[in-house]
């Protein structure tokens, strides 16, 4: 029972020996997000996409291209690229891009994901994409405006209305209070 034990442990010893010195070829693990908490029309979007190399050597001639999902009729580039090219990420780094858009429409978007090309260790092109946030809402200025923007004229209205009333209560409890004090001081 003992030597079957040892056979066993010996095994899977040598087993993850071999695995753990493997080279594993560049691997790139993609992603896009909105970094925006709300997509306006006429607002600035900002989208981060993030490569990550987990293999052991780098990856090189690498490629974001997503061109087809912000189509030029439908959003404005303010800053950054839709098609970037990096030299080289090396095993175990990570890149990160950004892009500001103006959409110049409001309603349902579909965010796809972006493709990713690069030459593995071997010199092997790689063809990936990146995660896609999915269907997100593009909301009207005006639409926005009443959610989110700040209220003051509601404020000033509201103060220009109550501010009468107050300011006579005010001005009678003073009146009131001035004869008291004169009626005390006429007593004492």
Same mark, same amino acid.
């Not at 780094?93 to 071997?122: C, D, E, K, W």
């Not at 990146?130 to 003051?152: H, L, N, T, V, W």
């Not at 009678?172 to 001035?178: E, R, T, V, Y």
């Given at each position: 029972?003992?030597?079957?034990?040892?056979?066993?442990?010996?095994?899977?010893?040598?087993?993850?020996?071999?695995?753990?010195?493997?080279?594993?070829?560049?691997?790139?693990?993609?992603?896009?997000?909105?970094?925006?908490?709300?997509?306006?029309?006429?607002?600035?979007?900002v989208i981060e996409y993030g490569l990550?190399?987990?293999?052991?050597?780098? +990856?090189? %001639?690498? @490629?974001?291209?997503?061109?087809?999902?912000?189509?030029?009729?439908?959003?404005? *580039?303010?800053?950054? &690229? #839709?098609?970037?090219?990096?030299?080289?990420?090396?095993?175990?780094?990570?890149?990160?891009?950004?892009?500001?858009?103006?959409?110049?429409?409001?309603?349902?978007?579909?965010?796809?994901?972006?493709?990713?090309?690069?030459?593995?260790?071997?010199?092997?092109?790689?063809?990936?994409?990146?995660?896609?946030?999915?269907?997100?809402?593009?909301?009207?200025?005006?639409?926005?405006?009443?959610?989110? +923007?700040? %209220?003051? @004229?509601?404020?000033?209205?509201?103060?220009?209305?109550?501010?009468?009333?107050? *300011?006579?209560?005010? &001005? #009678?409890?003073?009146?009131?209070?001035?004869?008291?004090?004169?009626?005390?001081?006429?007593?004492?």
């Amino acid at each position: 029972m003992n030597a079957v034990l040892v056979a066993i442990f010996l095994i899977v010893g040598i087993y993850a020996a071999d695995v753990g010195t493997q080279t594993r070829d560049a691997f790139i693990l993609a992603h896009k997000s909105p970094l925006s908490l709300y997509a306006v029309e006429n607002m600035d979007l900002v989208i981060e996409y993030g490569l990550y190399n987990v293999g052991d050597k780098p +990856a090189t %001639k690498v @490629t974001i291209d997503d061109r087809h999902s912000f189509p030029t009729q439908s959003f404005d *580039i303010i800053k950054g &690229l #839709l098609h970037v090219n990096f030299e080289k990420i090396a095993p175990g780094t990570n890149v990160t891009h950004s892009v500001v858009l103006r959409p110049r429409a409001y309603g349902m978007f579909n965010y796809t994901s972006a493709q990713v090309t690069y030459y593995t260790g071997n010199d092997n092109l790689h063809v990936s994409y990146s995660s896609a946030p999915g269907e997100g809402y593009i909301y009207r200025q005006r639409e926005y405006d009443r959610k989110f +923007a700040p %209220k003051y @004229t509601f404020f000033l209205t509201f103060l220009a209305l109550v501010a009468p009333t107050t *300011i006579g209560s005010y &001005l #009678l409890f003073q009146k009131s209070k001035s004869r008291f004090d004169a009626y005390a001081k006429k007593k004492n």
